[in-house]
């Protein structure tokens, strides 16, 4: 690795006293060209002080989430190459080589870690809702978004400069990670996944993530990123919905029509053709937004290629 090259270890911390001694000191030892920096979200126990007599750089980030602490490391941090990991010591750091390397080489913009391609996080996890909702996740994430990724939600990350530097983190929490994915398969850029090993926490360390609320938040999240940044397929689909919907009400007074000459059924003719008219409005409000979005992407591609 060139000796002039910058790589920032990036460590949001909220209340991990019980680890991040341990993920310090493998820092240390397996990354020992990084710099360290703990991102301290409002810890109330030793979490920081643990980390300044380790000898580490500690950031405050005073809005709590997860989202908030990164954003803020992405900020006032500069570096060629971040990685991001968690502090709760379930991520290998003898392995951050195999993090880097593809970042180093061109091959990615973002890599991540995949606790699933070796079976580790299946065998290690014993919360079953909570591998449910990553499997759920994955799916969705795959499925609307036209892709073949196996981890969406691990928080071991690897990440050039430019990816960094250029990415508007907007949600606050545990989401992070599936807005960061949803970031990179919109504007094409180069995300591989790395096997690692994978372990549970330690006795007495608990993880602050909730399957339930956090669950939904991250399918919320992912279904807002799918409107924003997949409007043409978001609103056809609502488009074709509601236009069923008029075609089975219209049916009806249609075939009455015919039939009579007359139609009795008005309330449910006023329905069919109210859901045609708001089925044409939500298919143009897509080609709109659908020529906006290419717009950004086009922007966006122009600002990398200014760097």
Known sequence: ??????VALVIPCYNEEITIGEVIDDAKKHAPQADIYVIDNNSSDQTVAIALEKGVNVIHEY?????????TAFRVINADIYVMIDGDDTYPLDQIDKIIAPILSSRADMTVGDRHFLGHYSAENTRKFHGFGNSLVRKTINLLFNAKLNDILSGYRGFSRSFVKNYPLICDGFEIEADMTIHALHYDYKVLEVPITF????????SKLNTYTDGMKIMSLIFELYRDNRPLAFFSILSSIIFIISLLSGGVVIDEFLKTQYITHVPLAILSSS??????LLFISGLILDTMVKQDKK?????LLSE
């Not at 690795?1 to 910058?6: R, S, T, V």
């Not at 372990?199 to 608990?206: L, V, Y």
């Not at 922007?299 to 600002?303: D, F, G, P, S, Y």
């Open 1 to 6: 690795m060139p000796e002039n090259l910058k």
């Open 63 to 71: 809005k709590q989430g997860k989202a908030y602490a990164v954003r």
């Open 199 to 206: 372990q549970e926490r330690p006795d007495g360390s608990e």
């Open 275 to 280: 859901s045609f008219i708001l089925a044409i």
């Open 299 to 303: 922007n966006h591609a122009l600002r």
